[in-house]
């Protein structure tokens, strides 16, 4: 199905206790994809999160954190959702697969919105023809997998070199609301799962970070983070995940498809963000090799 990798990594394993994901942001189309979506310039500039990538690189560089990037669009597969996530109604032949286990659909596959993409508000149904027999293991096999693997082994040796890690997983959303008023929408949110995936004190630090750098900042609300913080964090075992949700219209132009003015300004928050929180961590690891 493709020719290229499913993921890039960029710097050095344990070079860092925080390591950066972006699943969201491929843009690596076979043709076979672009051939069946029903909109495809529309699509893709929904579905990506768009350019974040770039800002994820510029942060990776200025502070050494390995950044793990994936180079299949979301269109193809969601790297943040399950593999059982799946509307297979979408898939020739196996529309009733998904009722095999017991189990209702989720609320992300019923909004259109699982493993595979099927429909987004506005647009209607996304793809021309069904997937055929075998087409999604294969992404699972090639892409989900190996990503996932990758994304591990990098927060393994993060934790086994600081003795602590933190994932920070990147995406962009689109605009909440008005940037103006008391209600203003956020330029940020922040999602540790309800508190389940990131020390409560890791989470604060971000959000009051970014509050004094003069961003509007929420938390969890209305993103608290998906499979990325749920099958890799593991507070207890000094594993944490946060999930970084950037507005787009902070860093890309007024048509929210190409990178605007204000991209080097985000990048630069997040990169003394990340500093900061590598700071934390170090101390982190001080006081534990002192017990």
């Known amino acids: 199905m493709h020719a290229w990798p499913a993921y890039h990594i960029r710097g050095r394993s344990a070079a860092s206790p925080i390591v950066l994901s972006v699943p969201h942001a491929g843009r ?110 294969a992404r699972l096999s090639g892409i989900h997998r190996p990503y996932h693997i990758a994304l591990e082994r990098l927060i393994r040796a993060a934790r086994q070199g600081w003795g602590t890690a933190l994932l920070l997983d990147i995406h962009s959303m689109p605009p909440l609301g008005p940037k103006s008023g008391p209600d203003a929408a956020p330029d940020f949110v922040l999602g540790d799962r309800f508190g389940g995936a990131c020390d409560a004190r890791l989470s604060t630090l971000a959000a009051e970070f970014l509050s004094a750098a003069g961003w509007r900042v929420t938390h969890n609300r209305p993103y608290a983070g998906g499979y990325v913080l749920d099958r890799h964090s593991a507070p207890s075992s000094a594993i944490h995940a946060l999930q970084i949700e950037i507005c787009r219209s902070t860093y890309l132009d007024e048509d929210m498809s190409e990178p605007g003015s204000g991209l080097p300004l985000i990048a630069r928050c997040l990169a003394s963000m990340v500093r900061m929180l590598e700071d934390e961590l170090a101390g982190w690891s001080e006081a534990q090799a002192a017990e």
Do not use: C, H
């Open 28 to 137: 690596a189309y076979p043709a076979s994809i672009i051939q069946n979506l029903r909109n495809p310039a529309n699509a893709s500039l929904r579905l990506e999160d768009r350019y974040v990538d770039r800002v994820a690189t510029y942060v990776a560089a200025e502070t050494g954190a390995p950044l793990l990037l994936a180079n299949a669009p979301r269109a193809v597969i969601d790297l943040n959702r399950a593999p059982n996530e799946m509307d297979w109604s979408m898939v020739k032949g196996e529309a009733a697969r998904g009722f095999r286990s017991g189990s209702p659909p989720s609320r992300r596959v019923q909004s259109g919105l699982g493993l595979v993409p099927r429909r987004l508000a506005g647009m209607g149904e996304l793809w021309r023809q069904p997937l055929v027999k075998g087409e999604v293991e």
